[in-house]
């Protein structure tokens, strides 16, 4: 008798287990990212340690050799030097520091190849209370693509120096099909959020490279430059943010699987950090990867990590469209909390079936004092970095002449906030 409830059991695991597997055949990953491996010692040696700090924390960040090397890190008190942690990977974070204060730490390699004395001073108070996000207004269209596609999805929201604002998003004909996106839609507007009643201006689509392209991210350095997906973080760079070439050199292979929607935002002078959908294993993440280049880039560490008791746990990862914002002095991790656990969702999607409308719209938002880690989602009943739950798929936040926006968007077929269109609203704070 007890075969009976085996074999049910024992198919579902097959299925769940073929799924994966079957979804993750594209995927490839790379311990280095976009550094070889003949190009770690020249690099730690340029680079070094590089700090960065707030009023209780700090951060040491460096080029790793995690194929040969392990990390020890011990602070040094006069002539006193004590262990304090171990990294693999070019990363380490103390926490519980003081204000104002002064500190020693020292990171060595195994080998002593690597070996830098660091001291630093940490902020002083400067950490305003805690608040949380709320949307504070209705939802208003801003953006809707008629030439080259037929809605937007996921984002980026970026304003050149010529003062006009810009919108690139994912798009492509009909209701909304992963398999047809290849190109960005791009409108563009003098202001953000554009006047009451106005839509932004739609241009040529953008990054049409003759592939998936999905979820872009552009920042504005000593050029325009832009990071999208899947699978992998493909580059381009533009002169003056409306012409895109793509940068096959600055392209790179992830550390995890199901790779997506990567962010980058500026960290501290010479740094970056890179936000990415992940799975590690069962459960989903959000990546960090870290650059004092902009050009090199490696993982260093789950910025968000979900687990046991996680309400979702999809084989093409949940933790979507990562999003890191500031505000009073406190860090805050927006994810789009998507992709139902088991392998029937997946498949269900492949046949535009979305079991739970109302999910897709599920913005979890994460709470912290520094920038490197937001602990681990076990559900809404034990998230103690939870901030907010946000009704809003995709979302990307503006903040311009002392307002935050909000936006959402998403494909037509399943998204309940728009019809295919990027809306916008205000986004506002409470203790």
Same mark, same amino acid.
């Given at each position: ?100 204060? %002064?500190? &020693? *730490? /020292?990171? +060595? ?12 001073? #940490? !902020? ?15 939802? %208003?269209? &801003? *953006? /809707?693509? +008629? ?12 304003? #050149? !120096? ?270």
């Amino acid at each position: 008798m007890l075969l009976l409830p085996a074999v049910p059991a024992a198919l579902l695991l097959f299925m769940e287990i073929a799924v994966r597997i079957v979804i993750d055949l594209p995927v490839q990953t790379d311990f280095y990212s976009s550094i070889g491996k003949e190009d770690v010692a020249r690099l730690q040696e340029k680079f070094g340690v590089r700090v960065n700090v707030g009023p209780d924390w700090a951060h040491l960040g460096w080029i790793a050799n995690p194929a040969t090397q392990r990390y020890a890190i011990s602070s040094i008190d006069g002539s006193v030097e004590t262990p304090v942690g171990e990294a693999r990977f070019g990363s380490w974070l103390a926490e519980g520091l003081k204000p104002a204060s %002064r500190y &020693v *730490f /020292r990171v +060595r390699s195994s080998d002593g190849a690597f070996d830098r004395i660091v001291p630093l001073d #940490t !902020r002083g108070e400067g950490r305003g209370p805690a608040v949380t996000p709320f949307i504070a207004s209705p939802w %208003r269209p &801003v *953006f /809707r693509p +008629r030439k080259t596609g037929d809605y937007v999805n996921d984002h980026t929201v970026y304003r #050149t !120096r010529d003062g006009t604002w810009h919108i690139l998003g994912i798009t492509a004909f009909g209701e909304g099909d992963y398999s047809k996106e290849k190109y960005f839609a791009h409108g563009i507007s003098p202001s953000f959020p554009p006047a009451d009643g106005a839509m932004m201006e739609e241009r040529d689509p953008v990054a049409d490279f003759g592939r998936l392209a999905w979820a872009p991210h552009v920042i504005v350095e000593d050029r325009y430059r832009m990071w999208f997906s899947p699978h992998r973080a493909y580059a381009a760079q533009s002169p003056d943010g409306y012409d895109w070439k793509e940068d096959d050199e600055r392209s790179f292979l992830p550390y995890h699987a199901q790779f997506r929607d990567p962010m980058v935002l500026k960290i501290a002078d010479g740094q970056w950090l890179m936000y990415a959908t992940a799975r590690d294993g069962y459960y989903s993440s959000v990546d960090v990867y870290q650059s004092f280049d902009l050009e090199h880039w490696q993982y260093i560490r789950p910025a968000l990590e979900t687990g046991f008791g996680a309400e979702r746990a999809g084989a093409t990862a949940t933790t979507e469209s990562p999003f890191l914002l500031s505000h009073n002095g406190r860090y805050f991790l927006s994810v789009t909390y998507n992709n139902d656990s088991f392998f029937w969702n997946p498949l269900l999607l492949s046949m535009g079936v979305w079991l739970d409308r109302e999910s897709y719209n599920e913005t979890l938002v994460f709470a912290g004092t520094n920038p490197y880690s937001f602990g681990t989602y076990r559900g809404e009943k034990n998230a103690p970095s939870l901030a907010a739950v946000l009704r809003a798929h995709a979302p990307e936040y503006v903040y311009v002449d002392g307002k935050w926006y909000i936006t959402t968007a998403g494909w037509p077929w399943v998204a309940s906030l728009t019809r295919g269109e990027v809306a916008v609203a205000e986004l506002g704070w409470k203790e």
